[in-house]
Every structure is written in structure tokens, then in C-alpha cells.
């Protein structure tokens, strides 16, 4: 049945993402979180663990299916192997998104012992050097092999993330080398987001210009992807992506970030749209210890905006493009951090848009209207 004429629109809750902690033993360049450094005897305070158990609690009959654990860096949290234990009594999937460092061998048993386990790892470069001139810390090259193996000696192939930049750019194929190496499941390439300590890498030039982008992209999916065994992923927008890497036999999706399905939480107690919620406070809808989350997901004035606007508000070349409704403007995030506006277009197809490269084929046919 259709649902009343203006009633929101009604969506699971599918898989919330935890910012488990306000530090990180990493000073990476290009983070997007910008956590504090954690290091040299310093801590930060993470999300209270009974308040964690009380999320999930609530979020089963909301539809709760997969949780996502991330940071700062979530395997400092002090409580993370009862956290990882909580996850498979309640039989949720899990994700993890690490820098590798604090990977022991009893934390990858503990992640392998859950439902679906899939673990990202990030290497920046395929030696020390570039590593660690991205993650700002002697030694964490070698760490995060180290966790790696842990991963891989449980039987759990991980997968490797490489943001790419003007240090690292040709080190992609290295990179890929290493990860074959190590056992890694596949290798997936960020681009650098303008946002937090991105955005002050863009200021600084140390970001790849968008012709590079685009051409990068279209090498790695068209070319290097042929030659490897390992999956290889690129970040960039569904509008750039060949349609056989999608929906072809070989097909792997479209790699969007299911905004619709999900919810960040802060190390803070803070509910978010996601991580953004760290410097962008208006995206921040209430807190754990003092609100509902049914009353959050259902009734936030954002999240029900998104949800009634998705996406047929889009704007700019997001809404002249045939994939908005696979893509949702790739980041509402990133796209209202630019612009405080949920309905801008995404930055990366703004960008090729302005020099001639966005594919035309993706485009819809606007005609001038008869006289």
C-alpha cells in the first residue's frame, strides 16, 4: 500500500557505523575525522560500553542487521574485545575499518568468530617511507603488515585501502603487488575527500588534480583490473565506473554508501549522519545516553529531509546525471560540509564536469522546452 500523501517515508535502520573512539594512534594527513593523537601516554574517551549495548538493543527491531566498527581508531578501544564479543551474541555482521597497528592475533580471532566478518585495512604506500609520511608515526609501516598476517593467519583475507595523493600515486601497482603478498582479498583506492585534514591537503597541492583522478580511475578499472587476480575498487562516482564492473557477470556493485540504511555514532554518544558529524555539528541529532534511537531514526528533521529528497532534489550535474538513483550524490556528507546544502552536486563530478570530462553518456537528455 502507498503511504499516505505526505507521510514520511519509512526505511530499516540496516547497519549503523560506531565512531568508537575520539583518539587514534595514527596523525594521518588526509583524515576526514581528524581525531586526536592518542599517543605518547595520551587517551581520549571513547563510547561507554553499556551505552553500546543499549544501541544495539534498540536497533535490532528497528532492522539492525551489520555493524560497522571505525574511529578514530576502533581496536584502541579499551573494552573492544567485549564490544566484538556483544556483536556475535546479538549474531549482527561485522565490519571493520582499521589502520592495522593494534591488530593482534587474539583481536582477528576474536573479529573471524563473528557473523560475516570483513576487515579493511589501510596502506598507504608499499614501503615505509611513503606509510608513514602519510600516517605520521615511525614504525606503523610495519605494524600494519604485521596485523595483516594476524588477519590472514585466521582466515580472514582483508581488504587493503590506499588513499591516493600526489606522494603515493605511483605506488598503486607496488601496492597491489604487496597486497597479493600479504594474502589481502582485494585493494580498493580512495580519493581524498576535501574535508577536515583533506581539505588542507587540497589547500597545499597535495592531492591529485581531477584529470588525474578520472584518469587513474579509468587505468585501474579498464586495464590493471584485467591483468590481476585480486579485486581491485576505485572510489570514484558510479557515473565514471564502466557498466560490466557493475552489472556485468563480473559485476561488483556500484560501491554507494547506503545513506538511506544507515546512522553513525560518535565516540562522544553523539547520533550522526556519519563520521561528519565531528565537524559539522548541525548533523548531529542527538546522544545515546539521553534519547531515543527509534525517535532519532524515525522523526530527525535531516534524516526524514534526505529520505523525502533522495534524489530527485539533487543538483548540478548530480541531477542532470542517469545514476543519481543508484549513486545519491555519492556523499551527502562530504556535499553539505562543501556547500551546507544536501542537495549539491558531489565535488569530484562538479570538478570533470568543469573540464570537459565527465562522460556525456551519463547525462540526461535536457531539452529546451517547446515554444
Known amino acids: 500500500m502507498d503511504p499516505e500523501p505526505g507521510a514520511a517515508k519509512s526505511f530499516p535502520l540496516n547497519q549503523i557505523y560506531f565512531y568508537l573512539t575520539q583518539g587514534c594512534n595514527l596523525r594521518c594527513r588526509h583524515c576526514w575525522i581528524s581525531p586526536k593523537f592518542s599517543g605518547e601516554n595520551r587517551s581520549y574517551p ?8 543499549s544501541i544495539l538493543k534498540q536497533a535490532q527491531p528497528l532492522g539492525l542487521s551489520a555493524v560497522k566498527l571505525t574511529g578514530g581508531e576502533p581496536l584502541i578501544h579499551p573494552r573492544i574485545d567485549e564490544i566484538i564479543q556483544h556483536i556475535k551474541d546479538r549474531d549482527l555482521s561485522l565490519s571493520v575499518e582499521t589502520n592495522g597497528v593494534a591488530c593482534t592475533t587474539e583481536i582477528a580471532a576474536k573479529i573471524k568468530s563473528c557473523k560475516d566478518p570483513f576487515v579493511s585495512v589501510s596502506l598507504d604506500g608499499a614501503d615505509a617511507t611513503t606509510h608513514e609520511w602519510v600516517r605520521g608515526v615511525p614504525g606503523c609501516f610495519d605494524a600494519a603488515l604485521e ?3 594476524n588477519l590472514v593467519a585466521e582466515g580472514l583475507n582483508p581488504e587493503i585501502i590506499m588513499s591516493i ?3 603515493n600515486k605511483d605506488q598503486v601497482e607496488a601496492v597491489v603487488d604487496l597486497a597479493e603478498t600479504l ?10 575527500q ?4 583533506g581539505e588542507s591537503m587540497f589547500l597545499h597541492d597535495e592531492t591529485l ?11 585501474i578499472e579498464t586495464h590493471l583490473s584485467e591483468s590481476r587476480s ?4 576505485y572510489s570514484h562516482p558510479a557515473a565514471f565506473r564502466p557498466l560490466s564492473r557493475m552489472f556485468g557477470p563480473a559485476g561488483d556493485g556500484c560501491h554507494v554508501c547506503g545513506i538511506l540504511g544507515i546512522l553513525g555514532v560518535l565516540g562522544d554518544d553523539s547520533y550522526a549522519l556519519c563520521g561528519i558529524g565531528e565537524t559539522v555539528p548541525e548533523l548531529v541529532f542527538g546522544h545515546a545516553s539521553q ?12 534524516l526524514v529531509e534526505i529520505r523525502d529528497g533522495l534524489p530527485g532534489r539533487l543538483q548540478g550535474i548530480c541531477g542532470e546525471c542517469l545514476m543519481k538513483a543508484t549513486c545519491l550524490g555519492s556523499c551527502i556528507a562530504m556535499n553539505y560540509y562543501a556547500n551546507k546544502n544536501l542537495w549539491a552536486p558531489f565535488w569530484f563530478c562538479e570538478a570533470a564536469r568543469d573540464k570537459g570530462l565527465f562522460p556525456e553518456t551519463r547525462r540526461l537528455c535536457l531539452r529546451e522546452p517547446r515554444p
Open 46 to 53: 571513547s563510547l561507554d560500553f553499556d551505552l553500546f549495548r
Open 147 to 149: 596485523g595483516i598476517r
Open 165 to 167: 595523493m600526489r606522494r
Open 183 to 192: 594474502g589481502a582479498a582485494s585493494v580498493k583506492f580512495n580519493v581524498i
Open 194 to 197: 576535501p574535508v577536515a585534514r
Open 209 to 219: 588534480p581531477i584529470e588525474d583522478l578520472v584518469e587513474l580511475g579509468a587505468e
Open 230 to 233: 585480486i579485486r581491485l575498487i
Open 291 to 302: 534519547d531515543s534511537l527509534e525517535q532519532i531514526w524515525n522523526n530527525s528533521p535531516i
